[in-house]
């Protein structure tokens, strides 16, 4: 039986390849694809409706090797990212997760 963190895992995984490849290349997000992410699976981190700005900018400090996608190791990295920001959130937060 997994254990929630390795269920946890499994999740991020499905989610990248749930979404890649439907524009091209199966194993990277093109930034349709990404904003899709966004939308349907971080509703509460994006809003209503994603900033195309800032989309393109976070497109463009993901995309490490300049391709215009964002492959697997790049949607980590976001993903860390996004993970660091919300426990520095709620460090003060005296009923934390």
Known sequence: MSSPLEKSLGVLVNTFYKYSG??????KLSKRE???LLQKELPSYVGDK?????LSKMMGD?????DQE??????TVFLAVIT???NDFFKGYSGRP
């Open 84 to 86: 660091i920001i919300r």
């Open 62 to 66: 993901l995309d490490e090797n300049g």
């Open 34 to 36: 990404m904003k899709e």
């Open 22 to 27: 439907q524009d091209g290349d199966k194993f």
């Open 70 to 75: 964002v492959d697997f190791q790049e949607y």
């Open 50 to 54: 994603v900033d195309e700005e800032g």
